[in-house]
């Protein structure tokens, strides 16, 4: 009598998350006039997540956000933002993200490289992650995660070269952005 065994199979640890668009910001800040930072926060994102928990090394994130949801507080400075002098939200109505590589940084963080799209430029950038969390679930039953990521950029390497300079010396918007994300994924 022979004893064969069954071929092991291994068990996938990858799940799907989508973005909560509730409970998620994309927020930036710039210097304005070389003295301060201006900051503002885009609404609208969606996206998703293939994690997987036995190798994070293997998940995949992609996301978008819609330009015209852009908000700084300050409605003049909105609409030009808007405007083909910067975002141009008619012509590219949407800033997007692709994973390429993801790698474990220590216990609870991740540098997430990917392709970045703005103003219909797309350029390699890297996100340095903050979890994600363990899984929860809220009152609804639905299980969630969240992250923090933070990356920057220059957005002249996006074609958002607008300025002006100033009479003092030094020009109204750096060219340096800081990207700040909190996002919320849902289990799918």
Do not use: C, Y
Not at 23 to 47: D, L, P, R
Not at 161 to 185: D, M, P, R, S, Y
């Amino acid at each position: 009598m022979s004893t064969r065994t069954a071929p092991v199979q291994e068990r996938t640890a990858t799940t799907t998350w989508k973005t909560d668009p509730i409970h998620s910001s994309a927020q930036f800040k710039v210097k304005h006039m070389m003295i301060s930072n201006v900051k503002g926060e885009f609404g609208a994102i969606t996206g998703s997540l293939q994690f997987d928990s036995n190798d994070p090394t293997k998940s995949k994130v992609e996301a978008s956000i819609d330009a015209a949801t852009i908000t700084t507080g300050d409605t003049q400075r909105d609409a030009h933002l808007k405007s083909p002098d910067f975002f141009d939200a008619e012509k590219f109505p949407t800033l997007a993200f692709q994973s390429t590589s993801v790698s474990k940084n220590g216990k609870d963080e991740l540098t997430v490289a990917g392709d970045l799209t703005i103003h219909g430029v797309t350029r390699p950038v890297v996100f340095v992650v903050e979890g994600p969390s363990e899984p929860a679930k809220d009152p609804w039953g639905n299980t969630r995660i969240g992250l923090a990521a933070t990356t920057r950029i220059n957005r002249k390497d996006f074609g958002l070269t607008w300025n002006a300079a100033l009479e003092t010396g030094g020009i109204l918007v750096g060219e340096e952005v800081t990207i700040n994300l909190e996002v919320q994924f849902i289990k799918a």
